[in-house]
């Protein structure tokens, strides 16, 4: 195997530029997309675990340090580590690699003597890298909404486990998969063709309105890349789906077409968009913190606090005002997020039907649903039997006028 010796290319300042990104508040999608495809995994998949692993590393550290240490080469010596406990690289390749690149920082010499402190430790400290820790502010939330302790204690004790179920819907809805069981998306391959894939909690929110909204007219306000219109269009529904991103749009148009679906699919900013007709049925996935899919995005339970909930709760408001414009009486509105966080969820219907108080809430039927106030909550724990889920929130509001 190449031991990479450029020290601009090697993998460590590859994650170390992508985490700097993701820090300041991009997705790890995003911060990925620039690498070239043949590195872009294996980058994902470290970045991924460096999240999972964050406190541990940390503890670690501290631990072996005594001294007070730059920023930088902790970052450095995390990464190394996560490259040394669970990838399959040459432990002299990441030594030299994050000793190579602390030299611009001018702490090679603290980078190389605790990494080599790290190595003749490496059994010992198998353990204390695989226990599960969890950020304090991400566990208060999560206590703060599922208050019940078999559900959060489930939460904390998976909490690093990626979810390995996933939905699996066919046009035909009749056929849908609800337990397949599969670690990779490759598995999926030959149902790729006429199938999609999504998360089984964020399938068993679109299932609970399946008797509202069967065989309706439905304008899917934040539609792209496409999941919940395929499902909407399942139940025989009419979908008219709107998204404002070109990139998600050209995804949603290719879903469609391998799906061989019909649907109405229009680039539009939904703040702006301008209809005659009013609309019975409006589903509003709304843009959030995505905070409920930690499992799948460790990063997230990272950035709870600088992720600006207010003004993401502020835009979902404005977003559920336009809904409002047209709607028709009787309506209903349906709103989705996949976070937990009652700044996003709760907090959102409450102040909505304050305002609007020819609206009420109706129920919704799914026995993984959780009731809490206004609206209804899955979490892993619903699916326990499948490994778990994302968390998601989902309230539907009907006018009465
Ligand atoms: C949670 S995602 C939607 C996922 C989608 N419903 C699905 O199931 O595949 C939120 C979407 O809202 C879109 N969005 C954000 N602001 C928007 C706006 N002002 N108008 C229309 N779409 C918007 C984003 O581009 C993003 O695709």
């Known amino acids: 195997m190449s031991v990479i010796n450029k020290t601009k290319s090697s993998d460590i300042v590859n994650i170390f530029n992508a985490i700097q990104k993701i820090n300041k508040g991009q997705s790890v999608d995003n911060a990925v997309q620039s690498f070239e495809e043949i590195k872009r995994s294996f980058i994902f998949l470290t970045v991924q675990e460096y999240y999972r692993r964050h406190l541990n590393t940390l503890e670690i550290i501290k631990k072996l340090s005594h001294k007070k240490s730059h920023p930088d080469g902790i970052m450095i010596i995390q990464i190394a580590m996560i490259m040394i406990f669970f990838s399959?690289?040459?432990?002299?390749?990441v030594?030299?690699?994050?000793?190579?690149f602390s030299k611009?920082?001018?702490?090679?010499?603290?980078?190389?003597?605790?990494l080599r402190k790290i190595l003749s430790e490496k059994d010992s400290l198998l353990k204390n890298i695989q226990s599960t820790k969890i950020n304090n502010d991400f566990k208060k939330q999560l206590i703060k909404i599922y208050s019940s302790k078999k559900i959060h204690e489930y939460i904390f004790r998976t909490l690093n486990e990626k979810p390995v179920n996933y939905q699996v819907s066919y046009k035909n809805n009749q056929n849908a998969l609800y337990d397949l069981r599969v670690s990779t998306l490759e598995d999926f391959h030959d149902l790729k063709k006429n199938s999609w894939v999504q998360d089984i909690g964020n399938y068993e929110c679109i299932r609970s309105i399946r008797e509202i909204v069967k065989n309706k007219k439905i304008l899917d306000c934040c539609a792209a890349p496409g999941g919940k219109s395929f499902l909407l269009s399942s139940f025989g529904c009419e979908v008219t789906s709107l998204d404002n991103n070109k990139e998600q749009i050209e995804k949603f148009y290719e879903n469609t077409n391998r799906l061989g679906l019909d649907l109405d699919i229009q680039e539009e900013n939904f703040l702006d968009f301008q209809t005659k007709e009013?609309?019975?049925?409006?589903?509003?996935?709304?843009?959030?913190?995505?905070?409920g899919t930690f499992r799948r995005n460790p990063d997230v339970s990272f950035k709870i606090k600088q992720m600006a909930l207010k003004e993401k709760q502020s835009l979902q408001l404005e977003m559920l005002n336009q809904a409002l414009s047209i709607i028709s009486n009787n309506g209903v509105i349906i709103y989705m997020v996949c976070s937990f966080h009652p700044v996003e969820t709760i907090e959102v219907i409450d102040k909505f039907l304050k305002k609007n108080t020819d609206f009420n809430t109706i129920n919704l039927k799914s026995d993984k649903l959780?009731?809490?106030?206004?609206?209804?909550?899955i979490n892993p724990y619903s699916f326990k039997d499948f490994g778990g889920s994302d968390s998601f929130f989902i309230s539907a509001l009907q006018r009465n006028s």
């Open 95 to 100: 030594v030299h690699d994050a000793v190579e």
């Open 104 to 114: 611009s920082f001018k702490i090679s010499g603290f980078v190389n003597a605790l």
């Open 278 to 291: 009013k609309f019975e049925y409006i589903l509003l996935d709304a843009p959030c913190s995505s905070l």
């Open 88 to 93: 399959k690289k040459p432990e002299y390749a």
């Open 370 to 377: 959780l009731k809490k106030n206004n609206g209804y909550f």
